[in-house]
């Protein structure tokens, strides 16, 4: 197989729950060799988050396919050793420590790279390494609600979360990024280099266009559930049957196909009330009325054919199971077994494809699955330092 693109790239990574092991596992994904050091005993503790993937943590094995896990206790007497053997050999260290904890633990970003001037560390914390909120808890519920996803997020009566940990896979996706581009920099300079990524601060960057509507417009853009606060028509509406369709009509041409082929209403085009974008967004009620009066004189399947007749942009509103079996996915072969220690899953493939070479796509560890074997290789006894209690 021919190889991929961070194939002889070792990544040495303490970390836990979304977004550090997110990061680590892209770069695992495109062949990189991740070393993930874990508390003995527990683990990670996404590990215990639930049982639901044959008794194993569903996000446990989104994060954590192709690395090899290696039980050490930090504070332990022996950790700084093999923490130095693992380190000599690493291109990329990564850590999600409270803030201060690396340090004290002997492996903050300068201590490290004192020695190791081509090592590249990457922190990822929930707020930053200075500022008010350095040491407050940052969970992904938190820092979405502080940086204001929340209050954009839901129904006009009641505020909500995104569905997903978005300040996580935010943070960890800056985090692979920074790592890739520290890596080519790397290559010119000869040098390693210090990133920080915080979750808040990948969360406000992705909160751009309400934080500009809100400090030039003077008002917050509106909870709307799927509708846009600056676009119309946008969001779902159901055809008679039930069906339902989401629709984004986004500019004046896209409008005049919708008028004349979805609801054969051509003189909406010159309606003041319609005529314009902003006109739309200003009289939406009265214009999900008479919308709404149209698709209810027709089927699913007689509206998405208009839809598609006119090229308008469209899509159903998928349940998860839905999406499992979505036709894209299964027309594109996008799913591939990786192995866990419960049983084979289906996982998706990585999102970036590399022409001509698949991605790796190995095991999701047991805890410790691989401590004794890689320990060996950088010449400790794993038995004995177990008797140490340190693995």
Known sequence: MPSLPLDGV????????????LATR???DLGARVLKIERPGGGDFARAYDETVYGLSSHFVWLNRSKESVTLDLKSDAAPGVMAALLD???????????????????GAAALRATRPRLITCSVSGYGSTGPYRDAKAYDLLIQSEAGLVSVTGSEAEPAKSGIPAADIGAGMYAFSGILSALYDRERTGHGTELEVSLFDSLVEWMGFPLYYAGYGGTPPPRTGTSHAAIAPYGTFA???????????????????????????????????FATGSARVANRAALETGIDAVFATLTGAELEERLRAGRIAHARRRELPDVLAHPQLTARDRFAEVPTPGGPVQATLPPITVAGRAPRMAAVPALGEHTDAVLAEFGFDGAALRRQGAV
Do not use: K
Request: proline content about 4%; overall charge negative; some cysteine.
């Open 10 to 21: 070792t990544v040495v990574s303490c970390e836990q729950a979304v977004a550090a092991p």
């Open 26 to 28: 892209h770069l695992a």
């Open 89 to 107: 050999r690493a291109d990329v260290f990564v850590q999600n420590f409270a803030p201060g904890v690396a340090d004290r633990l002997g492996l």
């Open 239 to 273: 055809a008679g049957d039930g069906t339902e369709l989401v629709l984004a009509v986004q500019n004046d041409g896209e409008w005049a196909a919708f008028c004349e082929h979805a609801v054969a209403r051509p003189d909406w085009v010159t309606d003041e009330r």
